[in-house]
């Protein structure tokens, strides 16, 4: 993401790349502690808890748009910021906050009444717990942000990590039901935020003072109103199949997408927190942001393709050793849902490259798209139930990403024909390995699930590096160059 040849653009590069590691693979440490929490809470819990569940996050994603991160945010952007500056934005962040704990206290049981399930207006009065600690989280995450430290965040994400599974485990083990989905949240955060306060240093007492601060509200208005945006689409699956699916095939739905939104979700918004102040610093350098954005949309590509249709190929021995025998049902979604996600994947990546232009209105207009396209989508796939709800996902997310890129490329100084040219190796490499390993699944089905799934992910792994070692060896060389910055030997 540099323009080579200059002290400052490798300097930008060295710090990226350091980010990069601390950010991914601190998220990469903390998802396999969670995941292997996950593993064993999932054995033990039912799909009806996760269905509980999952009508409480409807809610806490609805409202935590509003929690004033947006507006932390745009301390990134800003090329000086001064302690009263700091002091403003904690201020806006403990205000909002306090209103949305409020605002969801009060409404718990308007929302039971909804999805009809009592518990969850229970479930969501404790849940206010976590607004009032995200202040606490916010401000420090952009303090550290603004300099590309994530070395100190990578800490603080594996201490919450460690501390949420040791209570997801805890909790599940003591029979307490959905209420384990609820605290190990909670104590996940508050270890965070306790360890990245620590770091940050001192925090300045908050001001309620807000004269100044109107690029603040500018850019993070623009932000909050994409957020709101964000939920409309992120939710409304949710939100629509609360109110008609019983609580054991949501939480199968629920979960399935969990299941393979797990690196769009968990790992890509990780990346784009460092892709902000990175493009932003490489803007401020004259450098080339549409090469940038080709070489994270091709390293992107590079892992969620073989990812997302490994996962399709796979689905019935995957969830078979994950999740055990009482979510067999979940089998078919699985199947059906990563054939979306890599359009889904590329999208999300788009947004920062604009916001570091100061063009957040290109974000709004494509968050815009996304709450219109993705919840008529549902709307309609919903009368076919879960499986309807895939098939949706299936043509929403190929046409979010055609709005998406229209809007964001020519921007930018990218052409579709380039961007296209950066992803085609991997996309025809995963493409040759998921048929190879559909063809060969059947040969080793008699084998005990967990062989079964290792023998298949040892054949794609091998067919889609093989691949790209025989018809792409120079972008795996670029990807090695980054990573060691060594090079591969090419003959």
């Given at each position: 993401m540099s323009t080579s040849g200059t002290p400052d653009a490798d300097s930008l590069q060295n710090r990226v790349r350091?980010?990069?590691?601390?950010?991914?693979?601190?998220?990469?440490?903390?998802?396999?502690?969670?995941?292997?929490?996950?593993?064993?809470?999932?054995?033990?819990?039912?799909?009806?808890?996760?269905?509980?569940?999952?009508?409480?996050?409807?809610?806490?994603?609805?409202?935590?748009?509003?929690?004033?991160?947006?507006?932390?945010?745009?301390?990134?952007?800003?090329?000086e910021v001064d302690k009263r500056r700091i002091a403003q934005v904690f201020g806006m962040l403990l205000l909002f906050n306090v209103i949305l704990a409020t605002a969801q206290?009060?409404?718990?049981?308007?929302?039971?009444?909804?999805?009809?399930?009592?518990?969850?207006?229970?479930?969501?009065?404790?849940?206010?717990?976590?607004?009032?600690?995200?202040?606490?989280?916010?401000?420090?995450?952009?303090?550290?942000?603004?300099?590309?430290?994530?070395?100190a965040q990578a800490k603080a994400d594996f201490s919450g990590a460690l501390a949420g599974a040791t209570a997801a485990l805890t909790g599940a083990s003591l029979g307490y039901g959905v209420w384990t989905l609820v605290t190990a949240p909670i104590i996940q955060i508050s270890v965070r935020a306790i360890a990245l306060a620590v770091a940050a240093g001192r925090l300045p007492l908050p001001s309620f003072n807000f004269r100044g601060i109107d690029k603040i509200i500018a850019f993070g208005s623009a932000l909050i109103l994409c957020q709101l945006f964000w939920v409309i689409q992120s939710q409304s699956d949710i939100f629509i199949a609360g109110r008609t699916?019983?609580?054991?095939?949501?939480?199968?739905?629920?979960?399935?997408?969990?299941?393979t939104l797990i690196f769009s979700a968990k790992f890509i918004p990780p990346l784009n927190e460092v892709a902000f102040p990175a493009y932003t610093h490489l803007v401020r350098q004259g450098g080339n942001l549409g090469a940038a954005f080709l070489t994270a949309a091709r390293m992107l590509m590079f892992v969620a393709l073989?990812?997302?249709?490994?996962?399709?190929?796979?689905?019935?021995?995957?969830?078979?050793?994950?999740?055990?025998?009482?979510?067999?049902?979940?089998?078919?979604?699985?199947?059906?849902?990563?054939?979306?996600?890599?359009?889904?994947?590329?999208?999300?990546?788009?947004?920062?490259?604009?916001?570091?232009?100061?063009?957040?209105?290109?974000?709004?207009?494509?968050?815009?798209?996304?709450?219109?396209?993705?919840?008529?989508?549902?709307?309609?796939?919903?009368?076919?139930?879960a499986q309807g709800l895939v098939h949706a996902w299936q043509v929403a997310a190929p046409l979010l990403l055609i709005v998406t890129l229209s809007l964001t490329l020519p921007v930018i100084g990218v052409r579709a024909r380039d961007l296209l040219a950066a992803i085609a190796p991997s996309a025809l490499a995963a493409l040759a390995?998921?048929?190879?390993?559909?063809?060969?699944?059947?040969?080793?089905?008699?084998?005990?699930?967990?062989?079964?799934?290792?023998?298949?992910?040892?054949?794609?792994?091998?067919i889609y590096f093989a691949l790209l070692w025989r018809f792409a060896r120079p972008m795996l060389n670029e990807l090695v160059t980054f990573v060691t910055r060594k090079q591969l030997t090419i003959d």
């Amino acid at each position: 993401m540099s323009t080579s040849g200059t002290p400052d653009a490798d300097s930008l590069q060295n710090r990226v790349r350091s980010a990069v590691f601390w950010r991914s693979g601190s998220q990469i440490i903390s998802q396999a502690v969670a995941w292997t929490a996950t593993i064993i809470v999932v054995r033990l819990l039912d799909p009806h808890d996760y269905g509980l569940f999952a009508m409480s996050q409807v809610v806490l994603v609805a409202l935590n748009f509003l929690n004033g991160q947006s507006f932390a945010s745009s301390l990134i952007q800003q090329d000086e910021v001064d302690k009263r500056r700091i002091a403003q934005v904690f201020g806006m962040l403990l205000l909002f906050n306090v209103i949305l704990a409020t605002a969801q206290f009060t409404l718990a049981p308007l929302v039971a009444e909804y999805f009809r399930q009592p518990i969850v207006a229970d479930m969501l009065r404790a849940q206010t717990l976590i607004y009032l600690i995200t202040p606490f989280i916010a401000l420090p995450n952009v303090l550290l942000a603004r300099t590309l430290n994530f070395r100190a965040q990578a800490k603080a994400d594996f201490s919450g990590a460690l501390a949420g599974a040791t209570a997801a485990l805890t909790g599940a083990s003591l029979g307490y039901g959905v209420w384990t989905l609820v605290t190990a949240p909670i104590i996940q955060i508050s270890v965070r935020a306790i360890a990245l306060a620590v770091a940050a240093g001192r925090l300045p007492l908050p001001s309620f003072n807000f004269r100044g601060i109107d690029k603040i509200i500018a850019f993070g208005s623009a932000l909050i109103l994409c957020q709101l945006f964000w939920v409309i689409q992120s939710q409304s699956d949710i939100f629509i199949a609360g109110r008609t699916f019983d609580p054991h095939h949501l939480g199968l739905y629920s979960e399935a997408l969990f299941l393979t939104l797990i690196f769009s979700a968990k790992f890509i918004p990780p990346l784009n927190e460092v892709a902000f102040p990175a493009y932003t610093h490489l803007v401020r350098q004259g450098g080339n942001l549409g090469a940038a954005f080709l070489t994270a949309a091709r390293m992107l590509m590079f892992v969620a393709l073989p990812l997302y249709l490994g996962i399709s190929v796979t689905a019935q021995p995957l969830v078979d050793t994950l999740m055990g025998p009482k979510w067999h049902e979940m089998v078919p979604l699985v199947e059906g849902l990563p054939l979306a996600m890599p359009f889904f994947a590329l999208q999300i990546i788009c947004s920062p490259t604009t916001n570091a232009l100061g063009r957040p209105q290109i974000y709004v207009r494509t968050s815009l798209a996304g709450a219109i396209i993705m919840p008529l989508s549902f709307l309609v796939g919903s009368r076919w139930g879960a499986q309807g709800l895939v098939h949706a996902w299936q043509v929403a997310a190929p046409l979010l990403l055609i709005v998406t890129l229209s809007l964001t490329l020519p921007v930018i100084g990218v052409r579709a024909r380039d961007l296209l040219a950066a992803i085609a190796p991997s996309a025809l490499a995963a493409l040759a390995m998921a048929v190879a390993v559909h063809f060969a699944s059947p040969y080793v089905a008699d084998q005990p699930p967990p062989v079964h799934l290792a023998i298949l992910v040892a054949l794609g792994a091998a067919i889609y590096f093989a691949l790209l070692w025989r018809f792409a060896r120079p972008m795996l060389n670029e990807l090695v160059t980054f990573v060691t910055r060594k090079q591969l030997t090419i003959d």
